[in-house]
T-cell receptor, first 116, second 111 residues
Framework: GAGVSQSPSNKVTEKGKDVELRCDPI?????LYWYRQSLGQGLEFLIY????????KSGLPSDRFSAERTGGSVSTLTIQRTQQEDSAVYLC??????????????FGPGTRLTVL | GIQVEQSPPDLILQEGANSTLRCNFS?????LQWFHQNPWGQLINLFY???GTKQNGRLSATTVATERYSLLYISSSQTTDSGVYFC?????????????FGAGTTVTVRA
């Protein structure tokens, strides 16, 4: 079956512009995650959605970052007024219904964001 | 939060050699995954292994949860094994879904 897909694969923007990154999880996966990979910080958690529960936004680095998940499927990560330090690869992951005993996460190919 | 340390940071191998990558973590975990990041940046799932031993072809992994470490074995390495290998864990507790990643081991296999 299809894996996690993300779009665009690359995004170059000017400082101060807003960007939207999209993630389509694996069909049937109820949990969706966003992570960020940057040179200085490695791979870090941003946000988590599970079903209809309130998302865990504790990893978002500033209030310029927001994310939503519509219909329990597709998710959009929005960065407002982009800064150069936002340049990174943004990775989306999904997993089957989360249980304590099993929660393997599968990652998409990422969106490489460059802020000039 | 939980700390994840991987060693060695870099590994250079001759094709055909065997190697062991190590992942130490600072607290009890309920999820441990090994990934291979290919040259295009895609994270490929290798193992989901919070405890025990698994094998998949030339790769195998062992996690000793009570001693808080995991090992990834690569046997008869090939040039296609090159890339960065990440260990990632989720800690037992309320936030047992956030993966915390190690810094990775960069493997270079030379022909």
């Amino acid at each position: 079956g299809a894996g996690v897909s993300q779009s665009p694969s690359n995004k170059v923007t000017e400082k101060g512009k807003d960007v939207e990154l999209r993630c389509d999880p694996i069909s049937g996966h109820t949990a969706l995650y966003w992570y960020r990979q940057s040179l200085g910080q490695g791979l870090e958690f941003l946000i988590y959605f599970q079903g209809n529960s309130a998302p865990d936004k504790s990893g978002l680095p500033s209030d310029r970052f927001s994310a939503e998940r519509t219909g329990g499927s597709v998710s959009t990560l929005t960065i407002q007024r982009t800064q150069q330090e936002d340049s990174a690869v943004y990775l989306c992951a999904s997993s089957f219904q989360r249980t304590i005993s099993y929660n393997e996460q599968f990652f998409g190919p990422g969106t490489r964001l460059t802020v000039l | 939060g939980i700390q994840v340390e991987q060693s060695p940071p870099d590994l250079i191998l001759q094709e055909g050699a065997n190697s062991t990558l190590r992942c130490n973590f600072s607290d009890s975990v309920n999820n441990l995954q090994w990934f291979h990041q290919n040259p295009w940046g895609q994270l490929i799932n290798l193992f989901y292994i919070p405890s025990g031993t698994k094998q998949n072809g030339r790769l195998s992994a062992t996690t000793v949860a009570t001693e808080r470490y995991s090992l990834l074995y690569i046997s008869s390495s090939q040039t296609t094994d090159s890339g960065v290998y990440f260990c990632a864990v989720t800690a037992l507790g309320n936030n047992d879904y956030k993966l915390s990643f190690g810094a990775g081991t960069t493997v270079t296999v030379r022909a």
